[in-house]
């Protein structure tokens, strides 16, 4: 998930095909509370296209402004800003989580405190201890915004990792946010290896919709790749050389749903 200043923020993989994202796009449409909330905002039928969420961290958005531009609610931080940054969406508070319910849009929980070359490591880098120690600051702060008590939280490995970093860093750091939560209550955001890695080695959650588990993946590292099991599919991401689309004033990342349980919070008391 990105948070960068300009971001104002094993199953067989295969390429996307028009067949795959109509067949995702049908199974979307009948996602509980995204359905009712872009009817609300005027928006077409998710039979001609998968609901969206955004992501972004520079500032809370006004629920209105979401709606207006078509999306069906939001990705938000359970998490706080690095040394030397001061993202105003990090963490999501209780007052801006029930203006966005109250506009009939969902939310999904995210954790992201470090990242690569910035002033915190990446949090996938501080092993069993740090995974303890992030899940219970993830935790605190879902629930201190309202999130459903058996709602996932998707921890973030935004990076370009091999199979080695994996099994030697991110998987002992899932180790220890598991010991936590719980693997049920534990989702991944990544690329699309590490999403198979997380749900091969047990540490992410199902899905109620069959065939699903807590991935939600990036098009970032994914090589054009949808993995068939993800919840949440990265498709927008904003950069400097390719800004994403404007809401409310901020640029932000656009993420496609995949099934009708992607782990909002409405559905997940």
Not at 177 to 186: K, P, Y
Not at 217 to 233: F, K
Request: aromatic share 8%; glycine share 12%.
């Amino acid at each position: 998930m990105r948070d960068t200043p300009w971001a104002i923020e094993p199953r067989q993989s295969r390429p996307v095909s028009r067949r795959d994202a109509l067949r995702y796009a049908t199974a979307a449409s009948v996602l509980a509370g995204l359905g009712a909330a872009a009817a609300g905002a005027g928006v077409p039928s998710a039979s001609a296209a998968a609901p969206t969420l955004i992501d972004y961290a520079m500032l809370q958005i006004p629920a209105q402004h979401i709606r207006a531009a078509g999306h069906s609610g939001v990705i938000n931080y359970v998490s706080t800003s690095r040394p030397g940054s001061s993202f105003g969406a990090k963490p999501i508070t209780l007052p801006y989580a029930k203006s966005l319910t109250a506009a009939g849009l969902v939310i999904v929980s995210n954790y992201q405190y470090g990242k690569p070359g910035g002033t915190a490591p990446s949090d996938f880098t501080r092993g069993f201890a740090g995974g303890v120690a992030d899940a219970r600051t993830a935790w605190n702060l879902h629930t201190a915004a309202g999130g459903g008590r058996s709602a996932p939280i998707f921890f973030s490995v935004d990076d370009d990792i091999d199979r080695t970093t994996w099994n030697d860093l991110a998987l002992p750091w899932f180790r220890g946010i598991n010991s936590v939560l719980g693997a049920q209550r534990t989702g991944i955001y990544a690329g699309i290896n590490p999403c198979q890695w997380a749900a091969a080695d047990g540490v992410i959650g199902r899905s109620r919709s069959p065939g699903h588990v807590w991935a939600w993946q990036t098009r970032s590292w994914s090589r054009g790749q949808i993995y068939p099991a993800a919840v949440l599919y990265q498709r927008i991401i904003d950069t400097a050389s390719n800004p994403g689309p404007v809401v409310g004033g901020i640029r932000v990342d656009v993420n496609d749903v995949l099934a009708s349980d992607c782990g909002q919070w409405n559905l997940h008391p």
